[in-house]
């Protein structure tokens, strides 16, 4: 048990590729002490016993793969309820942690049995693994099957805010400590999940427009409802007094209906600004998780920049399966083995998982081989240091899937990415220009977060114009509103909602990259003048002191002005 408990800490199978090479590193161990290979054991003259250990240790694989299998074929038929798929989650989650555990497992004791580089031998049982492998990634995809359904369930429900930001997380961090040991696991997780930020998002909208409609639709009925026909026999002074009362009617039950609407549309937008605000919380974790690089366009030719590299101490890493591209680091983390491998396993599209709080100084320059400024076409090559790494199978794989398109900088965690890349840039000076400050890796997981944002951005245009419309549609009738109880309800319900509109913009503005700013700038600044006209129409002025109703919009007015925010304005647009 304690060896197992060992065995789970581990966070990538390189430790098991270094001990199937050499024989000192798995001696840790009772058995590589005192395996076929030891003096003792060859002084007695005994058969090898590594063909039954080997089927030994195969049968916790065995029965696990099984139980994969029956968890694929037993799937329900149909769609599950929403009380049910929670089960099914559940389950999904228990088998692919054990497949994950009992995956590590047998690499590393595979491994210790492995040492003299049989490498016939060792590429049979990685090759046994390959149905495993695909079993494996069948199960995961299953999971992100339910997982997608319980989100679209959940988004039906009249309180969806309750408990969705920290079960997403919750899926989320478990997700990351599973895909890692399952083949294109990171980069599907990465596509999955800001698939779902983005549902969530899109779905805010709809839950807007569908509840406005619901909630004015009374107001028009009350409008056009019929309070009685007029008697032909009743004289002309009856009649007057029955009109008057059936007007009389018909204004109290309006002011009864607006009273009602009024909190309807207050608890709808609450209700928005909860799923808004949790949503985009979830987005911005997502973001930080996965965008830990940065793109750059190369302005010289390569002959220039190479010159520029090796003037700044930089020393080419050569792996496998890297084709098309180049990969750099600084010379002060050639001796930490470490890093490098933490920074070639994060092009895979993730953080590494292997220590998340020490955030250690250094970057790999990914540069594409022919570059736009080259007029030759011979390809001048590096003369400066340069050294093998050789990483596990799984990010040789990512490797050779990645695309670059000029430079692309790569940190292991993006909490230290501004730092570096400032740091790089300041080494560089104008050979390379900044496209892009923060970005993933994985070509595909980078597109799935800009459909996100761009998601993002339109559910501001969408809360945008559902303000603009309730705003319309409970003015329909002045004589309404000029009554004192119901006029301040209904500025303080407009008020509320543009308090959301105040807060989602702000937190809009971190999640935004600096191509989607240019539309943000003039929605920003549209969105504070539809509120200025507000206040002035509407709202009481302040006899001396700044009212209650300022602090809200006077901040946000402050941050929208702020010259990184307005610098795309025109100089009508601004004065």
Not at 72 to 94: A, N, T, V, Y
Not at 276 to 303: C, H, P, Q, W
Not at 536 to 550: F, H, L, N, Q, S
Request: charged share 25%; net charge negative; glycine share 4%.
């Amino acid at each position: 048990a304690t060896e197992h408990d060992d065995v789970v800490c581990r966070t990538s199978s390189s430790a098991s590729s270094e001990s199937s090479s050499n024989p000192q590193v798995a001696r840790g161990s009772s058995l590589s002490e005192h395996g076929e290979w030891s003096s003792q054991f060859i002084l007695m003259g005994l058969p090898s016993f590594r063909p039954t250990y080997l089927f030994i240790v195969r049968i916790q694989l065995d029965v696990i793969h099984e139980c994969l299998k029956l968890r694929k074929d037993q799937r329900p038929i149909g769609d599950p309820s929403f009380l049910s798929i929670r089960q099914l989650i559940r389950e999904c989650k228990e088998v692919l942690k054990g497949a994950t555990l009992v995956k590590q497992y047998y690499h590393y004791m595979v491994a210790a049995v492995m040492w003299d580089e049989e490498l016939e031998a060792e590429s049979k049982f990685e090759a046994d693994l390959t149905e495993f492998d695909e079993d494996m990634k069948s199960m995961l995809d299953v999971y992100f099957g339910y997982l997608q359904s319980w989100i679209h369930m959940l988004q039906a429900l009249p309180e969806a805010s309750l408990g969705m930001k920290s079960a997403l997380e919750e899926e989320w961090t478990y997700t990351k400590s599973i895909c890692a040991y399952v083949i294109g696991g990171e980069a599907e997780a990465g596509k999955k999940f800001s698939s779902l930020a983005s549902s969530l998002l899109s779905s805010i909208g709809d839950f807007l427009e569908n509840g406005i409609d619901d909630n004015t639709r009374s107001l028009y009925d009350v409008e056009n409802a019929d309070y009685g026909t007029e008697d032909e026999n009743d004289s002309d002074d009856e009649s007057d007094n029955i009109e008057d009362r059936k007007n009389m009617k018909k204004i109290v039950e309006m002011k009864q209906n607006v009273q009602g609407i009024l909190r309807n549309f207050k608890n709808l937008f609450n209700e928005a600004r909860e799923r808004a605000s949790k949503a985009l919380g979830f987005a911005k974790l997502l973001r930080k998780d996965l965008e830990i690089a940065a793109d750059f366009n190369i302005t010289v030719a390569t002959a220039e920049l190479f010159a520029r590299l090796i003037e700044t101490h930089h020393v080419q890493v050569k792996v496998q399966l890297s084709a098309g591209y180049m990969m750099f680091i600084p010379e002060n983390i050639v001796s930490n083995k470490q890093l490098i491998l933490q920074l070639l396993n994060v092009t895979s599209g993730r953080e590494d998982p292997a220590d998340l709080t020490t955030k250690v100084d250094g970057y790999l320059l990914m540069i594409r081989c022919d570059s736009v400024m080259d007029t030759h076409r011979v390809q001048p090559k590096w003369s400066g240091r340069v050294i093998n790494v050789e990483p596990t199978a799984e990010t040789a794989i990512a490797l050779s899937h990645i695309e670059v398109m000029s430079l692309l900088f790569v940190v292991t965690h993006s909490g230290i990415l501004a730092q570096q890349r400032k740091y790089f840039e300041a080494l560089m000076g104008r050979k390379v220009r900044l496209v892009n400050e923060q970005t993933s890796c994985h070509q595909s997981i980078a597109e799935s977060l800009s459909e996100l944002k761009t998601n993002a951005v339109d559910l501001m245009v969408k809360i945008s114009q559902a303000i603009q419309q309730v705003n319309e549609k409970l003015n329909l009738n002045n004589i309404i509103l000029n009554e004192d109880s119901i006029l301040k309800l209904y500025r303080e319900t407009m008020l509320k909602i543009y308090d959301f509109g105040f807060e989602y913009q702000r937190e809009l503005m971190r999640l935004v990259s600096r191509d989607q700013r240019e539309k943000m700038c003039h929605m920003t600044v549209s969105f504070a003048k539809n509120w200025m006209s507000f206040v002035i129409d509407k709202c009481e002025r302040g006899r001396g002191t700044r009212p209650r109703w300022a602090t809200q919009g006077l901040e946000f007015i402050t941050i929208a002005c702020e010259p990184k925010n307005i610098v795309y304005l025109t100089d009508e647009e601004f004065q």
